[in-house]
């Protein structure tokens, strides 16, 4: 079968590094994809906003599966167009992927279907949301309700902060994703990502990771999409998960399918983990950058048939299975990021992938010369397994240190967490 993925980054060359193992897989294209993509599928430049020319590109090639990368394209009906057109696509539809476009839609869902997850209130005015506050105590959780690219949420200390940042948001600097604000409660705890595939009816679990969101080590700095990632998440347990799989997500599965929006694709569970238990902080609509590298790193099942099965309505009875290995990520950014990154740096990555090292390219491309360099703001997604955490870790490391990138950084301290954890567990 010819299948199409849509995407550019670190998650689509992962994505694209497993569906072109499968045997199911005849040519395998990427629009737009990537210098490593282009390495294993054929990259062509179809625009995302063009629905037909996806479509008649489609026609054209036979494609008998699309793969849809990335939140922006299932937000704005992609998916719903494509199926109009009678492909089969591994993403929702755009009502369902409110889930991600909307915070106020999930909350609301939340608070029909019973879902532990912090108190709100949907706010849709600065004096009403100055008066919500109110109703809260610090710190403030503060959020713009659509798409802001992971940076639509404001934690502020003190009322005269979260009153500035109320101003911001209404003042149009998330443009039209602020037009409305959601007001938390905070929730405190440890953050973990659980994945389950669904068809709208059947769920299979898919793995666990935790993302390391801050850009400077020992997690301080601003927010970026994501400096590095390991999988499983030892402090998501097996009788946690079950938890997260019978409070969170079939409860989410049921009420979607109920209001007549079955949701289909993968379902990202950002959770915190309370003294109350797991918790929802949010849902995104599509795989985590960089935690699906982590999760392709250790899947061993076929994910073309996994896909397929979810998006024709048939995942009832499959089963993904994993390595019980960890899978750790390193992101390599370019200098500047999450700022302004700098642009042209250049890349050496002769030896990287020694020792089973795997390097998943995000903004990378080539010069006029040919010569591989730096595109954008997180660049290479370094990648290794191990018996557990701190061997990925240092094979992963071992692999940051024969990769030539002088203009870019990433964190020494990926996987900390559980180090630590692994440290005392030995010393016991
Ligand atoms: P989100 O984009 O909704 O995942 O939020 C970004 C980050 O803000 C999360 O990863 C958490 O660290 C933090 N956060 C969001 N909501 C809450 C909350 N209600 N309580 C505490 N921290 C939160
Ligand atoms: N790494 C966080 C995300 O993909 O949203």
């Known amino acids: 079968?010819?299948?199409?993925?849509?995407?550019?980054?670190?998650?689509?060359?992962?994505?694209?590094?497993?569906?072109?193992?499968?045997?199911?897989?005849?040519?395998?294209?990427?629009?737009?994809?990537?210098?490593?993509?282009?390495?294993?599928?054929?990259?062509?430049?179809?625009?995302?906003?063009d629905h037909d020319a996806v479509i008649r590109f489609c026609a054209e090639n036979v494609v008998g599966l699309v793969v849809i990368g990335p939140e922006a394209p299932l937000v704005d009906g992609l998916s719903d167009s494509l199926r109009l057109a009678g492909l089969a696509v591994f993403g929702p539809s755009q009502a369902a992927a409110q889930l991600e476009g909307s915070k106020g839609f999930t909350k609301d869902l939340c608070a029909r279907a019973g879902i532990p997850t912090a108190g709100y209130?949907?706010?849709?005015?600065?004096?009403?949301?100055?008066?919500?506050?109110?109703?809260?105590?610090?710190?403030?959780?503060?959020?713009?309700?659509?798409?802001?690219?992971?940076?639509?949420?404001?934690?502020?200390?003190?009322?005269?902060?979260a009153e500035a940042a109320l101003a911001d948001m209404f003042g149009g600097s998330f443009g039209e994703a602020g037009a409305e604000v959601v007001i938390e409660e905070f929730m405190v705890g440890e953050e973990a990502s659980f994945f389950a595939l669904t068809d709208g009816t059947a769920i299979i679990p898919f793995g666990s990771a935790q993302d390391h969101k801050r850009v400077g080590d020992g997690d301080v700095g601003p927010n970026t999409g994501g400096m590095g990632a390991y999988s499983p998440a030892p402090v998501l347990t097996a009788d946690l998960q079950a938890r997260v799989i019978a409070e969170i997500i079939a409860p989410t599965v049921a009420t979607m399918r109920a209001d007549g929006i079955p949701y289909q694709g993968v379902l990202y569970a950002g959770l915190m983990l309370t003294a109350a238990g797991p918790k929802l902080?949010?849902?995104?609509?599509?795989?985590?950058?960089?935690?699906?590298?982590?999760?392709?790193?250790?899947?061993?099942?076929?994910?073309?048939?996994?896909?397929?099965?979810?998006?024709?309505?048939?995942?009832?009875?499959?089963?993904?299975?994993?390595?019980?290995?960890?899978?750790?990520?390193?992101?390599?950014?370019?200098?500047?990021?999450?700022?302004?990154?700098?642009?042209?740096?250049?890349?050496d990555l002769d030896d990287a992938e020694a020792d089973g090292a795997k390097v998943f390219h995000a903004?990378?491309?080539?010069?006029?010369?040919?010569?591989?360099?730096?595109?954008?703001?997180?660049?290479?997604?370094?990648?290794?397994?191990?018996?557990?955490v701190t061997t990925a870790q240092a094979r992963a490391y071992a692999a940051v240190d024969r990769i030539g990138f002088a203009s870019g950084f990433c964190r020494r301290d990926i996987g900390w967490r559980e180090v630590a954890r692994e440290a005392a567990a030995a010393q016991e």
């Not at 040519?27 to 990259?43: D, H, R, T, V, Y």
């Not at 600065?126 to 639509?152: C, H, I, N, Q, S």
């Not at 010369?369 to 191990?386: E, S």
């Open 363 to 388: 903004g990378t491309g080539l010069n006029k010369d040919g010569a591989l360099v730096a595109t954008g703001g997180r660049v290479l997604n370094v990648t290794a397994m191990g018996p557990d």
């Open 1 to 49: 079968m010819n299948i199409l993925l849509l995407g550019s980054g670190g998650r689509e060359h992962a994505l694209a590094w497993k569906l072109a193992q499968s045997p199911l897989t005849d040519q395998l294209f990427a629009a737009p994809g990537n210098p490593g993509i282009a390495a294993i599928a054929k990259c062509v430049p179809l625009g995302v906003k």
């Open 281 to 347: 902080i949010e849902y995104n609509a599509r795989f985590g950058d960089p935690e699906c590298q982590v999760l392709m790193m250790r899947l061993e099942s076929d994910l073309v048939a996994i896909m397929l099965a979810c998006a024709l309505g048939n995942l009832t009875g499959i089963e993904a299975k994993f390595s019980d290995q960890t899978a750790l990520t390193v992101v390599m950014a370019a200098k500047g990021y999450p700022g302004t990154p700098e642009k042209g740096g250049a890349i």
């Open 121 to 161: 209130v949907r706010t849709a005015s600065l004096e009403e949301a100055r008066a919500a506050l109110t109703r809260f105590a610090p710190p403030y959780v503060l959020k713009a309700d659509g798409l802001a690219a992971g940076k639509g949420v404001v934690i502020a200390e003190t009322l005269a902060e």
